[in-house]
């Protein structure tokens, strides 16, 4: 059973243009979560984060809402560049000790120039 | 510049082989983690350690153990390499602290087929 889903296997989007990349989750323990940008042939690298206190965080061109009553999250990156196209991951985590994040199955974003 | 640094890109095994992967870290971080990527699957976690020696059951176990016996390395060995086990692999570290805010750094991969 996947607890973190990303519906939209890929995504194309004008330069210029906002893209809004989605993120389901089912467990109402998650407490934090993250998003991550992987290019080929490397592994993914750290992009923002929320913790469930908030409701949005903004770093530069990037911003992650959350929605904790829908179980929702989005990325919005605004403007996009052809150097934003990767495929995106979201991960959430619950507040086990663990440490441990699930990750959704990914959206492969594709910015045209 | 902190890594964590995967020590093969590319491996060609043959189905039945032992095969090791190996991932050290020059953090410190107390928590390592194992991860396959499959497309259309995501990342889905094999096993996890949360100090040496010590090592936790993921989502997908089976056909994988763990070795960690130095806080900086953590080995995936696969016991019986098999063809279903082709996949890319990637290590992670994380610290304890606050879960850290920035999750987890990863390793480049180890894209690994067996044929």
């Known amino acids: 059973d996947q607890q973190v889903k990303q519906n939209s296997p890929s995504l194309s989007v004008q330069e210029g243009r906002i893209s809004i990349l989605n993120c389901d989750y089912t467990n109402s323990m998650f407490d934090y979560f993250l998003w991550y940008k992987k290019y080929p042939a490397e592994g993914p690298t750290f992009l923002i984060s929320?913790?469930?206190?908030?409701d949005k965080n903004e770093d530069g061109r990037f911003t992650v809402f959350l929605n904790k009553s829908a179980k929702h999250l989005s990325l919005h990156i605004v403007p996009s560049q052809p150097g934003d196209s990767a495929v995106y991951f979201c991960a959430a985590s619950a507040d086990s000790g663990t440490y441990k994040y699930i990750f959704g199955t990914g959206t492969r974003l594709k910015v045209l120039a | 510049d902190v890594k964590v640094t995967q020590s093969s890109r590319y491996l060609v095994k043959r189905t039945g082989e032992k095969v090791f992967l190996e991932c050290v870290q020059d953090m410190d971080h107390e928590n390592m983690f194992w991860y396959r990527q499959d497309p259309g699957l995501g990342l889905r976690l094999i096993y996890f350690?949360?100090?040496?020696?010590?090592?936790e059951k993921g989502d997908i176990p089976e056909g994988y153990s763990v070795s960690r016996e130095k806080k900086e390395r953590f080995s995936l060995i696969l016991e019986s390499a098999s063809t279903n086990q082709t996949s890319m692999y990637l290590c992670?570290?994380?610290?304890?602290?606050?879960?850290?805010?920035?999750?987890?750094?990863f390793g480049s991969g180890t894209r690994l087929t067996v044929v």
């Open positions: 350690s949360y100090d040496v020696k010590m090592k």
């Open positions: 992670a570290s994380s610290e304890n602290l606050n879960q850290g805010s920035y999750g987890y750094t």
């Open positions: 929320i913790s469930s206190i908030k």
